[in-house]
């Protein structure tokens, strides 16, 4: 089956450090990528919509500056929290599709826990 | 996209069939049910989805109602390692995943 794969799985560090995700589609393209943050025991909620090659779609609410969303190629997408703070401690998911190409569902990573410290 | 409706929690004895309710009323013809389901402190995993008839793979089956407006998913023979969150999604296809607050399934022994 379709294989995302996430790095790190963990990271703690010092507030006002900015941190870097990749996520990584292993065997497929694709498209379109997602981020997703989750607060503990809360479901997910989607922060972006990231399409290779263009400008990522944030949800409303979330600052683009903070969470910066790079997908250069098919196979990778990038999230940076910039300046992380306490508040941003979260769970962050990612997911890929290969986009609207037969009837293809989301696949997601194993998540990143990001403590902020 | 189309609200779901799923109950909070349920529980299902170890080897039995597991079957989770989704209420989808107000479900458009283009959108697809979706079914995902996440183990504590892990990314959510894609179990099955469809759009009118019933589908079925090596994870489980899933019954969508004659006129859509609620599906099933059945977990044939269940076990411990099925005690996730499940999620009823109804999405049309190409579009965002919205995640509500799913099922809780516990399987018990």
């Known amino acids: 089956g379709a294989v995302v794969s996430q790095h790190p799985s963990r990271v703690i560090c010092k507030s006002g450090t900015s941190v870097k995700i990749e996520c990584r589609s292993l065997d497929f393209q694709a498209t379109t990528m997602f981020w997703y943050r989750q607060f503990p025991k809360q479901s997910l909620m989607l922060m972006a919509t990231s399409n290779e090659g263009s400008k990522a779609t944030y949800e409303q609410g979330v600052e683009k500056d903070k969470f910066l969303i790079n997908h250069a190629s098919l196979t990778l997408s990038t999230l940076t929290v910039t300046s992380a703070h306490p508040e941003d401690s979260s769970f962050y998911i990612c997911s890929a599709s290969r986009g609207l190409i037969g009837n293809q569902p989301q696949h997601f990573g194993d998540g990143t826990r990001l403590s902020i410290l | ?109």
């Open chain 2, 1 to 109: 996209d189309a609200k779901t409706t799923q109950p909070t929690s349920m529980d299902c004895a170890e080897g039995r069939a597991a079957n989770l309710p989704c209420n989808h009323s107000t479900i458009s013809g283009n959108e697809y049910v979706y079914w995902y389901r996440q183990i504590h402190s892990q990314g959510p995993q894609y179990i099955i989805h469809g759009l009118k008839n019933n589908e079925t793979n090596e994870m489980a089956s899933l019954i969508i109602t004659e006129d859509r407006k609620s599906s099933t998913l059945i977990l044939p023979h269940a076990t411990l390692r099925d005690t996730a969150v499940y999620y009823c999604i109804a999405m049309e296809y190409g579009n965002k995943l919205v995640f509500g607050a799913g099922t809780i399934l516990r399987v018990k022994s």
